[in-house]
């Protein structure tokens, strides 16, 4: 089934989609947060050029997915921005997403990503635990919908 499952980079021609895919599912379990409109509107400004990196999924041709690495330091990024359409669910995309990240931070030589999430998403703090994600200290005032904070150590 993932053999049409493509990773791309971003590109300006695609920089709405992180915006269409964050919002859908933010607005189905939360609400959107005044730094995730500035974030998922002027993404090349609020991640590209502050030294992070957004990844799409491709599924048949269409943009179903995706993932960010946002820079916090020279060897600590944040993994966010993740999500998945609704309607592609149920094909791996999300595993698909995160084995690219973890892959690449290790090509870039990241030394730790963290995460922050929060525990009604049983299945996205589910796959982060399998990759060996452990929950650490939540700062506050970094996300309102964020209710626990993860990290994994690269190389």
């Not at 960010?68 to 060897?75: A, E, H, M, V």
């Not at 030589?109 to 982060?128: C, E, G, M, V």
Request: glycine fraction near 8%; aromatic fraction near 10%; charged fraction near 30%.
């Amino acid at each position: 089934m993932n053999e049409s499952i493509e990773i791309v980079d971003f590109t300006d021609d695609l920089k709405d989609a992180i915006k269409t895919l964050n919002y859908e599912w933010l607005e189905k379990y939360f609400h959107i947060e005044e730094g995730d409109r500035k974030s998922l509107s002027n993404p090349r400004e609020e991640i590209i050029d502050k030294g992070g990196y957004i990844f799409y999924a491709r599924l048949n041709n269409e943009i179903v997915g995706t993932a960010s690495l946002i820079k916090k330091s020279d060897t600590n990024f944040e993994l966010g921005k993740m999500a998945v359409t609704q309607k592609a669910q149920g094909h791996g995309i999300g595993k698909i997403l995160l084995e690219h990240c973890l892959h690449f931070a290790q090509q870039k030589q990241i030394k730790t990503l963290t995460l922050y999430s929060n525990t009604i998403l049983q299945s996205a703090i589910h796959l982060y635990r399998k990759y060996g994600f452990v929950e650490i200290e939540l700062e506050k005032g970094v996300y309102e919908r964020g209710n626990i904070k993860m990290k994994k150590d690269i190389v």
